[in-house]
């Protein structure tokens, strides 16, 4: 079973940056797909970014230049370090883990402000 735990979300200024981490319990996480999605108030939930068990990297445009995701493997872990975050970055943020199943996070809020 594979549990997933978001942290580092909270409350920052236009133009600051954040970075998430997403934990994962169980022995699949270095040969998986790692995603983090966002979902806005009213609207649907979005996919921000993708890595895979190599490292091949994909970004939404809208954060293109400003997100990066990263892994590691030793810990189990996955970031998005979000720079230059605009107000339309405020979300609740999902890490997950794409295998034979796909596996979510409970979310973690951003909140950008003026």
């Known amino acids: 079973q594979v549990q997933l735990v978001e942290s580092g979300g909270g409350l920052v200024q236009a133009g600051g940056s954040l970075r998430l981490s997403c934990a994962a319990s169980g022995s699949i996480f270095s040969s998986s797909l790692m995603r983090w999605w966002r979902q806005a108030p009213g609207k649907q939930r979005e996919l921000v970014a993708s890595?895979?068990?190599?490292?091949?990297?994909n970004y939404r445009d809208s954060v293109k230049g400003r997100f990066t995701i990263s892994r590691d493997n030793a810990k189990n872990t996955v970031y998005l370090q979000m720079d230059s975050v605009k107000l339309e970055d405020t979300a609740v943020y999902y890490c997950?883990?794409?295998?034979?199943?796909?596996?979510w996070g409970q979310g973690t809020q951003v909140t950008v402000s003026s």
């Open positions: 890595i895979t068990s190599s490292g091949t990297t």
């Open positions: 997950n883990l794409a295998a034979l199943q796909n596996y």
